[in-house]
C-alpha cells in the first residue's frame, strides 16, 4: 500500500490548504454540472482489470519506481495483473470512471475479507523480474510501503487515481461518494486510508467531505525514498443502511 503524494497542482504551482479550499469548493460546483453527466462511475468486470491497473500504475508511477525500477510499464502491468487475479474476489473493491470506453478514474479500497495472495503465487506473478527483481521488489515492499489489515468494520482507501487529461472535473469527488456508499452498504461503519502530509490536494477534498484527521506520524524511510516525511490518517464515520 502507499499513500498519494502529488504536493503541486498540473502547472507546478505550490499548494497551500488555504488555495486549496477554493478549488475544492469549484471542484463541488463543476460535480453538479453537465460537465460529469458523460462520465460512468460503475463497479468494475474482470475484462476491466488490465485498464484498471495500467491506468493506477501511470498515475502513481514514482511510487512504484522503487519496487520495479526502470521495467516497462507492460511488465509492471503483466506483474500487478497477476497478482490481482491471484485473489480470490480480484474485482472487489473497485469503483471506475468510464467516459466514451476511456477509463479516466479508478477508487480502491480493501476490508477485513479482501483476500490475500498466497507466496507461491506471489512467486509466480513475480517470475518477470527476475531473482533479483524479485529480492528488490519483496524488500521494498516489507520495508517502504504501509501494509495495512483493515478492522472488521473498515473500509481502507488505496486511491483515488484520475486520468491527468481528466482532473478538475469532479471525477475524484464523485468518485470518493460513490465509493462511500458502496462501503455503506457493504455494511462498513467507517471509512479510512493514510495519507502523505504534503498531499494537500487530497487531504482539502477529504476535509470537504467530512473526514477527520486522527493522527500525524514521521516516516523517515519513506521521506528518504519518496520525501514524504509525514502520514495523515483520515477517517469517516458512515451511517450504515
Request: with cysteine; charged share 25%.
Amino acid at each position: 500500500m502507499h499513500t498519494l503524494n502529488p504536493d503541486r497542482d498540473e502547472t507546478g504551482e505550490d499548494l497551500t490548504i488555504a488555495k486549496f479550499s477554493s478549488r475544492i469548493a469549484d471542484e463541488q460546483d463543476r460535480t453538479a454540472s453537465h460537465r460529469l453527466d458523460p462520465v460512468d462511475i460503475r463497479p468494475i468486470t474482470a475484462a476491466d482489470l488490465e485498464a484498471v491497473e495500467t491506468l493506477y500504475l501511470q498515475v502513481f508511477a514514482n511510487t512504484f519506481r522503487p519496487a520495479f525500477g526502470r521495467r516497462p510499464l507492460e511488465t509492471q502491468v503483466q506483474i500487478h495483473l497477476a497478482l490481482r487475479q491471484a485473489r480470490d474476489r480480484p474485482t472487489e473493491g473497485i469503483l471506475a470512471a468510464w467516459e466514451d470506453d476511456q477509463l479516466v478514474g479508478v477508487n480502491l479500497w480493501k476490508t477485513a475479507e479482501t483476500g490475500a495472495v498466497l507466496l507461491a503465487d506471489s512467486l509466480r506473478a513475480l517470475a518477470p523480474l527476475g531473482p533479483l527483481g524479485i529480492l528488490r521488489f519483496l524488500l521494498v515492499h516489507l520495508t517502504v510501503y504501509i501494509r495495512y489489515k483493515p478492522a472488521a468494520e473498515e473500509a481502507y482507501l488505496c486511491g483515488p487515481a484520475i486520468a491527468p487529461t481528466h482532473r478538475g472535473r469532479g471525477i475524484g469527488l464523485a468518485l470518493m461518494q460513490q465509493t462511500e456508499h458502496a462501503v455503506r452498504e457493504a455494511g462498513k461503519t467507517y471509512i479510512s486510508a493514510l495519507v502523505a502530509s504534503n498531499n494537500l490536494a487530497f487531504r482539502g477534498l477529504v476535509q470537504k467531505l467530512g473526514y477527520r484527521e486522527v493522527w500525524i506520524r514521521k516516516t523517515p524511510v519513506r521521506n528518504w525514498v519518496f520525501g514524504e516525511s509525514e502520514i495523515v490518517r483520515i477517517e469517516k464515520p458512515l451511517k450504515v443502511n
